[in-house]
C-alpha cells in the first residue's frame, strides 16, 4: 500500500525531517509511528499525502510513484488518504452533519449520496444525535470522531492519524483508537504518530520509531520503547 | 471532475456578502474609471467623425453645386492644378453621400430625406503653405467660380478643438488607466481577503481531495462579478450621462451642412461592449492574481 525507497527530507537550513528511509506498510496494517517532537513523524505523514515533496528517494502510494504525480492529480490521491489531526480542523460554522457533508461536496460527490453517506457514518463513530450540534457545543472527544467520521466518510484506502489523542484525556483516547481499530479492521491502513505510550503497548500493533529523521527501530506488534 | 453550480454560486454570495465594504469599493473604483474611458472614447470619437473631412492637412474645401456640369469641375480641376497646392482630392456625390450617411447615422430621418444627386461634390485642398492668410487668399480665387456653391477653410476654431480633443482624450486616458490599475489591486485585496477569510475552509478542501479549480472557482467569480458590475455602472452611467451631455451642445440640424462641426457620438454600442469585456477582464485579472499567488497547493 505504501513504500518508500531511501526517502530523504531537508527543510531550509540543512534541517533533516528524515533520512534514507525505506520500507514498505501492506494493506490494512496498523501502524505506530513514535519519536520525540521533531524527529520527523508529521513529515513522514504529510510525505505521504504530497504536503511536502522528498528532497531525495521514491514514495509509492497504491503502487503509484506519487513523485511522478502531476499537481492536478494529486487532490485525486488525496480523496483516498483520510487525515486527523490533534488539533481536528473542524469548520467552527458548520454543524457536525455540515462538517462531513462539506467533505463530501467539495469532491462533488451527488446530494443523495451525501444525505444517505453522512448519517450513516455519525452513527458508525457514535454521534448519530449530535448531527445538529456545533463542534463548539461538543467534548474533545467528540470533536475528534466528527473529524474522524469526516476523514473516513469517503472510505480511504489510507487513514494518517497526526497525534489524534494528543489533546484528550486518558479514557476519551481509549475511545478514539477502538474507533481508529474498527476502521482499521474494514480493510483501512491506519499511519498514526503518537506520543501516547500507554495505547502503544496496550494495542500491539507494529511501531516504527524515528531519531531525527531516521527510522531507528522497525518492529511488529511492538511497543512504545 | 463537474463544478457544482449551485456551490459555486452559494460561496460566492456569501464571499461577496462577508467583504461588503471593500467589495463595494472595487466594483465603484472600476465603474468610475470604466466610465472615464467610456466618455472619453465616446466625445473622440465624436470629435473625429465631426472633423473627419478635415483631416490629413485639409485646409479648405470646395463645394461645387449640385448641378455643376463636367466642364464647370473641369475648369476648378485644373485652377486648382497650382504649384501652390500640394494635394488635391476630389470627393463625388456618392462619395459624400457615403460621408453624410456616417456622420449622421444617429438622426435616420436626416438620412431618409437626402439622395446622392442633391450633395455637392467637393475638392478638399492641401496647400502647400499653411500659413491662415495665404490659405485665405489661396481660397478665395475659388469662391464665385462657376459651378462652386461654397469654399469653407478649416477655422481655428476647429484645430483648437481637434487639438483639445487629443489633449483631453490622453488625459481622460491616463487618469483610467490608473484607476484601472487600482481597481486591480482592489479586487486583488478583496480576493485575498476573502481567501484568508476562507482559510481553514480551503486547509479542508485540500485535504479531502477537493480540485484545484473547484476551490478557485468562487473566487474567480467573485472578481468577475466585482469586475462585471462595475462596468455595469459605468455602461449604465454612460447612458444616462449622455442625453444631458447632448442637450448641452447645439444638435446635429442646427448646423449648417457645410460647417465645420457636427456633434456625433459615435458608435455607442461598440463602446459599452468594449467596456464591459475591459471591466470583465479586470476582474478576472484581479482575482486570477490573488488566486495564483496565494491559493497553492
Redesign the interface.
Known sequence: MIKLEEVTKIYKGDVVALRNATLEVNKGEFVFLVGTSGSGKSTFLRLLNKEEQPTRGRIFVAGKDIGELSSWKVPFLRRNIGCVFQDFKLLTNKTVAENVAFALEVIGRPRPVIKAQVPAILDLVGLGTKSENFPHELSGGEQQRVSIARAFVNRPLILLADEPTGNLDPSTSVGIMRLLDRINKTGTTVLMATHDRSIVDTMRRRVIELDHGEVIRDQARGVYE | ????VD?AARETASNLRRNFTITLASVLTVFVSLFLVGFSLLFRQGVEKTTERWRGGIEFIVFLSPTANPDQINAVRTALDSPEIEKVTFVDQNAAFDEFRELFKSQPDLLQSVTPDILPPSFRVVPRDKDARTVEDLSAQFRGKPGVKEVVSATETIKLVQKLSNWATFFISGVAFVLLGVAVLLILNTIRMAMYARR??I??????????S??RVPFMLEGLIQGASGAALAVGGLVVALPFLERGLPSATDFPLFSGIIPATGDRLVTYVLIAIVGCLVGAAGAGAAVSRFLD?
Not at chain 2, 1 to 4: A, L
Open positions: 471532475m463537474p463544478i457544482k456551490y481553514r475552509e486547509e479542508v478542501m485540500k485535504l479531502v481531495g477537493a480540485t484545484n473547484f476551490i497547493v
